[in-house]
C-alpha cells in the first residue's frame, strides 16, 4: 500500500514539476518580441509635433485561426487592415462590425463590405458624430472564433458590437464539435509557435490547401446524426459568450439573423431514391436547368417530380427542383417553401438550416440584445419565391447591393439605440457610387463565383449556374471600356485591381474614367504606398481635365497628406515616394512653398528620380518656373533628360511653363 502511494505521489510530482516548467518556459518565451500570435491592434507610427499616433488592426491578427493550414488555405488568415488615429476625437462613435467571410465583403473589395455601407450611412444619419466602423470579418470562421475576435475586440472601446454569424458551424474553423477551446489554446501559446518554428510546423497540414477542398474533405452532415444538434448548440453557446462579454464590457450588442440564397442556389449534397425515383428526376433536372423553361415544360417536369415524392421525398435535390417548376408556373409561395425545405435537406450544409436563425432570435431575447431581422428584410425585398440572384452571388455571400441592405437594416436596429435620423440617408445607389462600385469588379467576381461552382463538390448541382454567373459576367463585360478591358486584362492579382485599371485608364488619357477608378482604389487601401499613388493620380485626373479642385476635394488632399505624414518614415513607402506625394498634393492645392520643397527633395534622390522622371518633373518644373527658378528648371531637364533619353521632351515642359 505505502509503496502504491508512493507512486503515485511520484506521478502527481512529476505533473506537477512537467506542468511548472511548461508554464515557466512558456512565462520567458512570452518575453520575446513577435513570437507569438498577432495582437488584434498594432502601433504603426506616431507624429511627435501633433502628439498623434496611427494605428491598425494587424492583418496577421486572424493567422491565430488558420496555424494549422498551409497554402492558400494560410494565406486566406489574413484580416483586412483598418486604420485609425488616437487621440480620437471627443465625439467619435465606434462600431465593432465582427463575423465570416461575408462581413469581410467577400468576393468584393472591402470598400463595398456592409461595414462601409454602414459607416457611410450613419455620418449621414447622425452628422454630429465622427462615426467609425471596423470591419472584423475573418473568412470562413465559426462562431466559436467570431466569439473570439468579440473579446479582443473590446480592446478598441466600441461603441457598439454587431455580429453577423451562422453560417459556417458545421465546416467553419473551429466549428462544432472541433474540441474549440483546447485546441484554441494550445494554438495561442508562445511555446507551440516555437515548436512550429524549430520543426516546421509540427501538427501543420498540408492538405487541403484552399477552402473548397476543406469543406469537401470534411464530407457530408447526415440529417438525422447529433451534428446539426450540435452545431445548433454551439452556435448558442458562443453567442451566450458574445452577449455576456459585451454585457460585462458595458457595450450594446447588435445580433443579426443570416440569409442564404434558396432560391438560386442549389444544394451541395443530396441524399437520393431508387432507380426509378433518379430516372424521374433525372429527366425533371434536364429540363429545370436550362436556360428558358416553357410553362409546359414546367408542368411536365413538375409531374415528374411528384411521381418522385411519391416514392421518396427527404432529398435536398428533389425539393430544389420542384421549387424551380413551381416559380416558372407561378406558383410562387409553394416555391419558397420548396427551395427552403430543400436547404434544410442538403447534407453538406454550406448554407446554414433555417433552425439556426431561431437561435439567433431565440439568444437575442434571452440576453436583451437587439435584434437585427436581416432575413426579414431580404425576403422582404425578394420576390415571392425567396431569396436568389437578385441579392445574392453564391450560397451565402451577398451582392454588392445586398451589402447595402444588410448595413441598412443594422442601421435601422442602431436607431433603436441612439437618436439617429434615418430621414437623412440617401439611396442605396448613391452610397454604391460613392464607395465606388464599379463593372470591372463585377466582371471579376462572377467569373471567380462561376469557377468556384464549377468545382467539387459544387458542381454536381450548379453547374447551371455555373453557367449563368459566368453569363452575367460576360454581360458586365459588355459594358467596360476598351481601356478599361486592357486594365482587367494586365492586373496580375497584386494590389487593387482598380488601381491597375486606373492606372491604363490614365495611361490612355481617359481621365474622367480613372478619376473614379482611382477614387476607389484610394477608398480601397489607404495608408499605404498604392494608396498615396492612387491619391496624386486621382488629383491630376482632375488636373488635366481642367476642372478646380472642389472644398470636398481640397479636403481629401488634405486627408491624403496627412497620411503621407505618417507614412514618411515607413521603409515600405520610403522618404523619396513620401516626398513626392506631398509635394504633388501640395501642388494640387497650388501651396507652392511646400510643393516645391518637397518635390525638389524628391528629385535629387537619383534612383527615385529615374523611376518616377515624367511624374516629378511635370509638377516640379511649375513650380521652379513659379519661383522664379527657370534656369534650375532648364538644368533639371537637362539631367533627368539625359538619365532616360528624352532631353528634348523635357525642356520643352519647361518651356510650356514660361508661355503666357
Known amino acids: 500500500m505505502a509503496a502504491t502511494n508512493r507512486v503515485w505521489l511520484f506521478r502527481l510530482a512529476t505533473l506537477v514539476v512537467g506542468a511548472a516548467l511548461v508554464v515557466g518556459v512558456e512565462g520567458l518565451l512570452r518575453l520575446v518580441?513577435?513570437?507569438?500570435?498577432s495582437p488584434l491592434v498594432v502601433t504603426l507610427a506616431e507624429d511627435e509635433a501633433s502628439g498623434e499616433s496611427l494605428y491598425a488592426t494587424s492583418r496577421f491578427y486572424a493567422q491565430r485561426f488558420f496555424a494549422q493550414y498551409k497554402g492558400r488555405l494560410a494565406a486566406a488568415g489574413q484580416m483586412g487592415e483598418h486604420f485609425f488615429v488616437e487621440p480620437a476625437p471627443a465625439n467619435r462613435y465606434r462600431v465593432v462590425f465582427v463575423g465570416a467571410s461575408t462581413v469581410q465583403g467577400f468576393p468584393h473589395p472591402r470598400r463595398l463590405a456592409a461595414a462601409s455601407f454602414l459607416q457611410a450611412m450613419l455620418a449621414d444619419a447622425w452628422p454630429e458624430r465622427e462615426v467609425e466602423v471596423v470591419n472584423l470579418g475573418i473568412t470562413s470562421i465559426a462562431s466559436f472564433a467570431v466569439a473570439q475576435v468579440v473579446e479582443d475586440a473590446l480592446v478598441l472601446s466600441p461603441d457598439l458590437v454587431v455580429v453577423y454569424t451562422g453560417h459556417n458551424e458545421f465546416y467553419g474553423l473551429y466549428g462544432a464539435g472541433r474540441n474549440q477551446r483546447l485546441q484554441y489554446?494550445?494554438?495561442?501559446?508562445?511555446?507551440?509557435?516555437?515548436?512550429?518554428?524549430?520543426?516546421?510546423?509540427i501538427g501543420t497540414r498540408d492538405e487541403p490547401t484552399d477552402l473548397i477542398k476543406m469543406v469537401a474533405a470534411r464530407g457530408e452532415v447526415p440529417l438525422h446524426g447529433p451534428g446539426r444538434a450540435t452545431a445548433e448548440q454551439s452556435l448558442r453557446d458562443n453567442l451566450r459568450r458574445v452577449s455576456q462579454l459585451c454585457e460585462r464590457a458595458q457595450v450594446p450588442l447588435v445580433l443579426c439573423t443570416i440569409v442564404a440564397n434558396d432560391a438560386g442556389f442549389a444544394p451541395v449534397g443530396s441524399t437520393e431514391g431508387d432507380e426509378a425515383w433518379k430516372a424521374r428526376v433525372e429527366q425533371a433536372a434536364q429540363v429545370l436547368t436550362q436556360g428558358y423553361v416553357a410553362p409546359e415544360d414546367a408542368k411536365g417536369a413538375l409531374q415528374q417530380l411528384e411521381q418522385a415524392a411519391a416514392l421518396s421525398s427527404e432529398h435536398a435535390w428533389l425539393w430544389y427542383l420542384q421549387g424551380r417548376a413551381l416559380e416558372r408556373l407561378g406558383r410562387a409561395t409553394e416555391a419558397q417553401r420548396a427551395f427552403r425545405k430543400a436547404r434544410d435537406l442538403d447534407i453538406m450544409p454550406w448554407r446554414a438550416p433555417t433552425a439556426h436563425n431561431a437561435v439567433i432570435r431565440a439568444v437575442a431575447k434571452e440576453h436583451g440584445a437587439v435584434l437585427a431581422d436581416v432575413e426579414v428584410a431580404f425576403v422582404d425585398a425578394a420576390p415571392t419565391q425567396g431569396v436568389g440572384w437578385e441579392w445574392m452571388v453564391d450560397h451565402v455571400h451577398f451582392s454588392v447591393a445586398g451589402q447595402a441592405l444588410l448595413a441598412r437594416t443594422v442601421l435601422h436596429s442602431i436607431a433603436a439605440l441612439e437618436a439617429i435620423d434615418l430621414g437623412l440617408l440617401r439611396s442605396a445607389e448613391a452610397y454604391r457610387r460613392d464607395l465606388g462600385d464599379l463593372p470591372v469588379e463585377r466582371v471579376v467576381a462572377y467569373n471567380k463565383m462561376g469557377a468556384m461552382l464549377a468545382q467539387a463538390p459544387l458542381h454536381q448541382y450548379n453547374g447551371h449556374n455555373a453557367r449563368y454567373l459566368k453569363q452575367l459576367a460576360a454581360m458586365e463585360g459588355q459594358r467596360l471600356s476598351l481601356g478599361e478591358r486592357r486594365g482587367v486584362e494586365q492586373w496580375i492579382e497584386q494590389g487593387p485591381l482598380v488601381l491597375a485599371v486606373a492606372d491604363q485608364l490614365f495611361t490612355e488619357r481617359d481621365f474622367a474614367r480613372a478619376q473614379v477608378h482611382y477614387a476607389a482604389a484610394l477608398r480601397e487601401v489607404p495608408f499605404t504606398r498604392r494608396g498615396l499613388w492612387a491619391?496624386?493620380?486621382?488629383?491630376?485626373?482632375?488636373?488635366?481635365?481642367?476642372m478646380a479642385l472642389t472644398d470636398k476635394q481640397r479636403d481629401e488632399v488634405r486627408a491624403a497628406l496627412k497620411q503621407a505624414g505618417f507614412l514618411a518614415h515607413d521603409p515600405a513607402v520610403g522618404a523619396s515616394f513620401a516626398d513626392f506625394v506631398k509635394g504633388q498634393l501640395y501642388h494640387l492645392l497650388a501651396e507652392h512653398d511646400p510643393a516645391l520643397l518637397h518635390l525638389e527633395r524628391a528629385f535629387l534622390a537619383e534612383d527615385f528620380r529615374r523611376r518616377y522622371a515624367l511624374s516629378l518633373f511635370q509638377a516640379l518644373a511649375v513650380e521652379l518656373v513659379w519661383a522664379g527658378r527657370v534656369e534650375d528648371a532648364r538644368e533639371y531637364a537637362r539631367l533627368v533628360g539625359g538619365e532616360v533619353g528624352q532631353e528634348a521632351h523635357f525642356l520643352r515642359i519647361v518651356e510650356d511653363q514660361l508661355r503666357p
Request: hydrophobic share 45%; charged share 15%; with cysteine.
Open 185 to 201: 489554446f494550445l494554438r495561442q501559446l508562445h511555446l507551440t509557435h516555437l515548436v512550429d518554428r524549430l520543426l516546421g510546423g
Open 33 to 37: 518580441p513577435g513570437l507569438g500570435p
Open 535 to 546: 491619391a496624386v493620380q486621382w488629383g491630376w485626373c482632375i488636373k488635366m481635365q481642367e
